[in-house]
């Protein structure tokens, strides 16, 4: 199964502002995010409130706008995922997503 079918790899690093949050640490010290981007996560978690620049970085890398939505679509940028996921996990595993625990 391939982006031919209409699947896509997506890594989600974060449901939300918490979970993503919860993880900086680790990142920070992982490598899981660039120099820059560390070093701005870094200074946002020396100062005396941090969430408050936090929560604006997170809302500029992770929450679109719907003026960005209609950018990237007049760009023809803006991934839509058109797929049907049970019939997809069903027809290549064999499973049903509602049989599942």
Same mark, same amino acid.
């Given at each position: 199964?391939?982006?031919?079918?209409?699947?896509?790899?997506?890594?989600?690093?974060?449901?939300?502002?918490?979970?993503?949050?919860?993880?900086?640490?680790?990142?920070?010290?992982?490598?899981?995010? !660039?120099?820059? +981007?560390?070093? =701005?996560?870094? %200074?946002?978690?020396?100062?005396?409130?941090?969430?408050?620049? *936090?929560? /604006? &970085?997170?809302?500029?890398?992770?929450?679109? !706008?719907?003026? +960005?939505?209609? =950018?990237?679509? %007049?760009?023809?940028?803006?991934?839509?995922?058109?797929?049907? *996921?049970? /019939? &997809?996990?069903?027809?290549?595993?064999?499973?049903?997503?509602?049989?599942?625990?």
């Amino acid at each position: 199964m391939d982006h031919h079918q209409g699947a896509h790899l997506l890594h989600m690093i974060g449901a939300d502002y918490d979970i993503w949050r919860s993880k900086l640490d680790w990142r920070c010290d992982s490598r899981g995010f !660039t120099g820059p +981007l560390t070093e =701005r996560v870094q %200074a946002a978690l020396a100062q005396p409130n941090p969430d408050v620049p *936090l929560r /604006a &970085l997170f809302a500029r890398l992770h929450c679109a !706008t719907q003026d +960005l939505l209609s =950018r990237l679509e %007049a760009h023809d940028l803006l991934l839509v995922l058109r797929i049907n *996921l049970p /019939a &997809l996990v069903t027809e290549f595993f064999g499973v049903s997503l509602d049989d599942l625990p």
